[in-house]
């Protein structure tokens, strides 16, 4: 065995160890996908020297064949571990054209010996974005060494691929010329379409993906046409035994038709000759190959591409028989409604293919690399702002939107539909105004099932769950293969105690391939509220291991904590945290948090309330956050600090009506409980009665106005507002409030005077917190009051 010296590069701030593969800032080790690791040691190694984009692809995968943008990727997230911009040039420049320079200065130094065939293996666990490598092969489908080497235009045989652009820029023409479109091709108000990928001989990999993304913008504004939905097609291909990523070709294109009974399929090719490029689209019937319509245009560089097919899009919704009044009010052109920029098109393109798989941290960077290259690219902020907001970042996701917001005035209309409620929704905070955009949007795009999708999640957030349902029925019947409908209407009918129909619409999201974290939380609760307990925990393990295994922390330490199992769920909450914050997640943290702090609260652990609500503040601005926390804060008489977030949060969110209405006079009233104000707590919450039992007011209206009446010993309407929480249990199922209910309840009846009613209430509370930890403040109160009773 014999023995060699590592080398270790220091710059800056950082220490590089290639032998080890560890990166330190400032002494603190920094987590990095192994091919951004490579990325960097491939640039320290070759510091000061030009490297093309060609040195680096082949230095950084020498074994496999990938894009160009995966590099872009690569060093994008390298600046952003440096702190730097594309122009700052203090450790990375780009070369416009050419490549990339490293330019720190370096310092190489030789560490301790050790074994020369020792294996220095990264024992971390490879993060989501690993799968960065392979993502073209991924979006394209299996590759032969034969097509890959006639489609790069670094192989070897470039001339070959070059004579056989040629070949097919003759051939694609002369084929339309004999396919003569029959003379009924245009389509109906019932007919759908579907897409294929576009052949591209051009070698130019910058096209792949990025003209049928061109594409599907352009119909998809088209309120006549209806496009078979990305996850519809995947579906299609894992029931046809293919990989769900296939590159969606002619022949195979026609029997996925077929199959998602579509009356159409659009296909399309560009071929090069010279500097100019040609275009042709095809839209065949899908039965029996009958050309509908064809167009072929021309663009006489790069440039002119996308411009090009905007023309040929608008030929063919003509010729397919959309009204030439629609298409003058619908046909935004492409580098309007998406990016005049090619490379940041397909960046987004793949950014959306990550979306469709379900991989959306994977998609993050994809979306960052695009708005590097096209900062006013709307859609991509758009995207990237819808990703933060499913992570729970819900402040990265209202940047997000309101940037998209701003750039809006060139999107086709259903894009600037979707910005506006975006808008709406994450900046303004106005759900009435956002109600009032998807019903116009309803009724310019009847077909499109995402209006009526998203009328059932906001009617649940102002607490009208029959409208919710009512909605969601329609966006299932109008597309039961996605899985958002499915997850809205099973959360509506929890909420509305229709259980059996909630579990049915799961299990028909199951039967279907459509369930979802969502469906499964559902089925969560579901078993939570019926005492099910093999099956929460069959629940459980099905989230070990995917997306939703951070969210099932939380919601495992919410169902102990409504038992009593605060020590349980104290130690559940702590690895939620630790698990958001090692993701970047800091909202999502900070939220975990403020929701163990109002439980600590609600039992009566004032100390450990405040602790958690300060660490939550600490940790992150999400608007769900600090509303919890400001609560938090004016049940334990934190009254100042408290006064001063709901003061931020109407500031933030001056049009969210659950927000200002429900939330904040919750709030208020806390803080005049502690002051003994009672009919002072119960006169502000006057106004949050038409929220008292939507999905965002947490329950607190109603738990806080039957604490009030408690204090001014209005026996009846405490009880009444008590039984309230009780009799819908399927709202906010696991919050404890719901088990504090009991307890309230039985106080009610003692105050009245009913000591059998409530030595039954508190006998039924007690029964339901059997297992509940003995030091909680609450549960011996209540144990106490039992006593006296007797």
């Keep these: 065995m014999s023995l060699m010296q590592k080398e270790i590069y220091e710059f800056g701030r950082f220490i590089v160890d290639p032998a080890d593969r560890t990166v ?3 002494g603190a ?10 990325t960097l040691v491939y640039l320290i190694r070759n510091r000061g020297r030009l490297l093309s984009k060609d040195e680096l692809l082949k230095g950084i995968w020498p074994d496999t064949f990938v894009e160009e943008v995966n590099l872009a990727v690569n060093i994008s997230t390298l600046r952003k571990v440096f702190g730097e911009g594309p122009q700052d040039g203090r450790y990375i420049v780009t070369v416009a054209g050419r490549g990339y320079r490293f330019v720190a200065e370096v310092s190489a130094k030789a560490s301790e010996p050790e074994p020369a065939d020792t294996c ?91 003209l049928k993304e061109g594409m599907a913008v352009n119909l998809g504004q088209s309120p006549f046409l209806d496009l078979v ?30 199959r998602a009974g579509a009356r159409a399929l659009v296909s399309g090719a560009v071929s090069r000759l010279g500097t100019a490029y040609v275009l042709a689209v095809e839209a065949t019937n899908c039965v029996d190959g009958t050309v509908l319509a064809r167009e072929q245009v021309e663009a006489k560089n790069q440039e002119a591409v996308l411009p090009a097919l905007s023309q040929a899009a608008a030929k063919l919704r003509d010729k397919l028989g959309e009204s030439l009044s629609s298409i003058q009010q619908f046909d935004v052109p492409i580098e309007q409604a998406t990016t005049p920029s090619l490379e940041a098109l397909k960046a987004y393109s793949i950014g959306t293919q990550q979306r469709t798989r379900g991989a959306e941290k994977v998609a993050i960077p994809f979306f960052d690399h695009a708005i590097e290259l096209d900062p006013n690219f709307a859609m991509a902020y758009a995207l990237r702002g819808a990703i933060y907001e499913n992570l729970g970042e819900t402040n990265r996701a209202s940047e997000d939107f309101r940037r998209a917001y701003s750039l809006r005035s060139n999107l086709s209309e259903r894009e600037k539909l979707y910005l506006t409620i975006r808008y709406q929704d994450a900046v303004a905070g106005d759900t009435s105004k956002s109600i009032a955009t998807y019903e116009m949007w ?43 409908p499915y997850a809205n209407l099973a959360t509506s009918y929890e909420a509305l105690n229709r259980l059996a129909e909630a579990r049915e619409i799961c299990n028909q999201a199951a039967a279907a391939k459509r369930d979802s974290s969502y469906t499964h939380r559902v089925l969560f609760e579901l078993a939570f509220l019926q005492r099910d307990y093999p099956a929460m925990q069959h629940e459980t393990e099905l989230a070990r291991g995917t997306d939703r295994e951070h969210e099932m922390l939380v919601d495992q330490a919410l169902a102990l904590a409504a038992l009593g199992k605060l020590r349980q769920a104290r130690e559940l909450f702590e690895r939620s945290w630790a698990n958001y914050e090692r993701d970047g997640l800091e909202d999502h943290a900070a939220y975990s948090m403020a929701q163990e702090a109002l439980i600590e609260a609600d039992f009566g652990n004032r100390q450990e309330a405040r602790s958690r609500a300060a660490a939550a503040l600490r940790l992150g601005r999400g608007r769900d956050a600090r509303e919890t926390t400001a609560e938090v804060l004016s049940l334990t008489g934190e009254e100042a600090k408290a006064r001063a977030l709901a003061q931020e949060l109407r500031l933030r969110f001056p049009q969210h009506a659950p927000l200002n209405a429900a939330s904040l006079p919750s709030i208020m009233a806390a803080a ?71 307890l309230g309840l039985a106080r009610a009846f003692a105050l009245e005077g009913d000591r059998p009613q409530a030595r039954k209430a508190y006998q039924d509370f007690l029964a339901y917190w059997s297992e509940a930890d003995a030091e909680i403040p609450i549960l011996r109160e209540a144990r106490i009051e039992l006593a006296q009773l007797n």
């Design 24 to 26: 330190l800032r400032d």
């Design 229 to 258: 939905a990305h996850d519809r097609v995947r579906e299609t291909l894992r029931f046809m035994g293919r990989s769900p990523d296939e590159r969606v070709q002619l022949p195979l294109a026609r029997e996925i038709c077929q």
């Design 29 to 38: 080790p920094l987590a990095m996908t192994p091919k951004v690791f490579d």
């Design 120 to 210: 220095h293996a990264n024992p971390a666990e490879p993060s989501l974005s690993e799968t960065s490598d392979h993502l073209e092969q991924a979006a394209s489908g299996p590759v032969s060494p034969a097509a890959i080497a006639s489609s790069n235009p670094r192989s070897k045989n470039i001339w070959i691929a070059a004579a056989a652009a040629a070949v097919l820029l003759i051939a694609v023409p002369l084929t339309f010329k004999f396919r003569r479109p029959h003379r009924s091709s245009g389509l109906t108000a019932q007919d759908s379409i579907l897409l294929a990928d576009f052949e591209n001989t051009t070698g130019e990999q910058v096209l792949d993906d990025t």
């Design 672 to 742: 005049e409980l502690q002051h003994g104000n009672a009919a002072r707590a119960i006169a502000l919450l006057k106004e949050a009665e038409p929220y008292d039992l939507s999905e965002f007011s947490n329950l607190s209206p109603i738990y806080i106005r039957g604490q009030a009446y408690l204090r001014l010993q209005s026996a009846k309407r405490a009880g009444a507002e008590f039984q309230r929480l009780l009799d819908h249990g399927g709202i906010n199922a696991l919050s404890p409030r719901h088990a504090l209910a009991r």
């Design 442 to 484: 309803s009724r310019l795009y009847p077909r499109d099932f995402q209006p009526f999708d998203g009328l059932a999640a906001r009617y649940q957030v102002v607490g009208e769950y029959e409208k919710a349902a009512a909605a969601g029925r329609q966006a299932l019947k109008l597309d039961p293969n996605n899985y958002v």
